[in-house]
């Protein structure tokens, strides 16, 4: 399945505000998801893990960039 740039970003607003989501909701379980690969990954993980304001307001971060992406791409079209 080929996906056209459009449907590419769509896509990536849409995990972007989800994830953000999420890590607004459940901080800890958030960062635990992504913990896994390089050892400099999982440290930093971990102290997203053991920091949940931190994981909430990158989350929050994520969320407000998916929209303001979304809402850029919309006036480009």
Do not use: C
Not at 14 to 39: C, F, H, T, Y
Not at 56 to 69: E, F, K, L, P, Y
């Amino acid at each position: 399945m080929v996906l056209t740039s459009k449907r590419w970003k769509h896509f990536t607003a849409m995990a972007l505000i989800g994830d953000g989501v999420m890590a607004m909701v459940r901080p800890r379980s958030d960062a635990l998801a992504w913990d896994g690969g390089p050892k400099v990954w999982r440290s930093l993980m971990q102290r997203l893990t053991d920091n949940p304001n931190l994981t909430r307001a990158i989350g929050a971060a994520q969320v407000i960039g998916g929209i303001v992406w979304v809402l850029y791409q919309e006036k480009d079209e």
